[in-house]
């Protein structure tokens, strides 16, 4: 009776071994799949909030603003006249109180710039200014000596009418080209140019009805 029982076969075991590692492997690359897709998201969303910052800041703190200039008041020096005349011997002397206010967060830095006097339609006189800068936030102050050739005055047509009126319509022009740059990243070139009116009353000495007109190109 021994001889005829059958045996039934044993499953292999290195067929199990290797359903068991594959199963493994799969968990394994199922995990990292899940983790660098979890990875990408962290790394697109703080890109995506880097973003925001930056184009918030350049909206509203690294904003480049207008720099603005004004004139705080104009002296006149060795204007003398004789027999309804200028004297031409020496030259007539302007001082003009100027101011560069700053609005930005980096400094305001220009060149050389030239500031030059009309008077009937002409050029009667220039000054310069000096290169400078204005700190950020801050309201640079500084004098300009504008000098004027009299013979230039005179040879107006409307001088005679206007001394006769008893006053002088002048006007001035300054340009004044400079840069704003912001962390080397942000760089704007400004050419601030600056137009003012104003009456010399030869009865009083002085300057009267000063109006400014600012204009700013990038």
Known sequence: ???HEQVKPLAPVAFQTRSDDEEALS???????RKYIQCCGCIAALLLIQAVVVLVLFFT?????DPMIRMNSVTIQRLEFSNGSLGTDVNVTLLVDVSVKNPNMATFRFNNS????????RVVGEGIHLQGKAKARRTLRRNVTVEIVPEKILAVPSFTSDITSGALNISSYTRILGRVKILNIIKKNIVVKFNCSM???LSGGGFHGEMCRPELDF
Request: hydrophobic share 30%; proline share 0%.
């Open 61 to 65: 703190v690294f904003r480049i603003q």
């Open 199 to 201: 009456t010399y009353r």
């Open 1 to 3: 009776m021994a001889e």
């Open 114 to 121: 030239t500031t030059s006097i009309y008077y009937g339609g």
């Open 27 to 33: 968990k394994q690359l199922k995990l990292k799949k």
